[in-house]
Each structure stands twice: as C-alpha cells, then as structure tokens.
C-alpha cells in the first residue's frame, strides 16, 4: 500500500498520468489518495498519514526530504476586452491598482510573494477558491487575476492569459518523510512521477 497527498490544481492535471501509469507498472500496490491544501499534506507527510505529499513549499523543511519536480508558471488572466490584452507580456507595475481577484487554496502565497517582492499592489476586490468561479468573475470583468498554469481550468472563453514580466512561477516538490525515503514502493512511486513528468513535458 502507498498513500498519497496531492493538492488540487495537480491532482486534476497530472495524478491521474502517475497513478494509471505506476499501476500498469507495478501491480498489487494498493494506492490511497487524499486531497487537501498546501499545509494539509505537509501535516499529512509529517504525521505519516501519507507516504508522499506534492506540494509548493514557501520555505524549506530540514525534518523533511524535499524533491523539486517542476517549476508551474504564474500567469495573468484577463477579460478579452482589457486594456492590457493588448500586450504581448504584461510588465507586473502594470497592475498596480487594478481591480484583482486574488485565488485561494494555497495559491495566494505564491501570488502574494511576487507582488510583495515586485512592490506591486493591486486592488484585491475578491478572495476566491475556486477556479471555475475565478474564471467566471474575470470573464464579467469583474477584475483580473494571477494564477499559475496548472490551476487554469480547461474553459477559458472570454478571457486571455498573458505571460508576466518578469516571469513568476512556483516550485512544486515532493516530500516525504527521510525513513519513507528508502522504502521500495515509494521510490518506485517518485520515479514514476518523474518519468511522467518528464513526458508531459510540464
């Protein structure tokens, strides 16, 4: 048995391709998977409810085994109609004062950081976890948002997604825990991830 913990922008785009794939590989390993947020499944790897957390770290953990597998862009989305759609890459002092739709579940971390270390504030207007609602507020125009690219959702009509300058992105790592480290399945499991990862070229 191997247990899992992903949170939900990966788990939607790329846990599926390593589980059909390591199951094909390996047979009779069991798989559990749970779903939760950033500091959900850091608690999850900490307590050993799972063996192997994906997650996007702000800081490095010492007491626990990090892997960094890929960096997800961050990326601007916005109403087809908006005066920076134009642009072929929108410079981030450009959204100083917009109207902002800032995205949850762990994301805002990301987001936030940049915008703090860019000196950039924007108007936030809504905090929202999901991302179809997301989509759906700038569509209406209800303001704009950052987001990274494994979160956007598939539909995106009525709206446009532009590169940022400079370039963000989030750091998405495995982690476990460094006794899980050793144990068969489990490297089995993060080489698998990588092999995919690799393929899908994310």
Known sequence: KIK???????????????ISRFRGEFKG????????????????????KVDIGFTSLSN????LKTIPILN????????????????????????????FI?????????????????????????????????????REGLGITI????????NLQGTIVKPLLPEPSREISIITRSKKQSLPAVKAFIKTTMDCIEDLQL
């Open 4 to 18: 899992i913990g992903s949170f939900s922008s990966f788990s939607s785009k790329v846990v599926p391709t390593i």
């Open 29 to 48: 390993i069991e798989i559990n998977f749970y779903d939760g947020s950033y500091d959900q499944i850091t608690r999850w790897v900490e307590e050993g």
């Open 60 to 63: 490095p953990l010492d007491h």
């Open 72 to 99: 997800d862009r961050l990326v601007l989305t916005l109403p087809i109609h908006h005066h920076l759609a134009i642009n072929g890459q929108v410079k981030v002092e450009d959204l100083q004062g917009e109207a």
């Open 102 to 138: 800032m995205p949850k579940l762990g994301c805002e971390v990301s987001v936030m950081k940049f915008l703090k270390e860019q000196e950039v504030s924007p108007n936030i207007q809504f905090n929202v976890e999901d991302n179809q609602t997301i989509i759906a507020m700038v």
């Open 147 to 154: 987001m990274p690219e494994l979160a956007l959702p598939y």
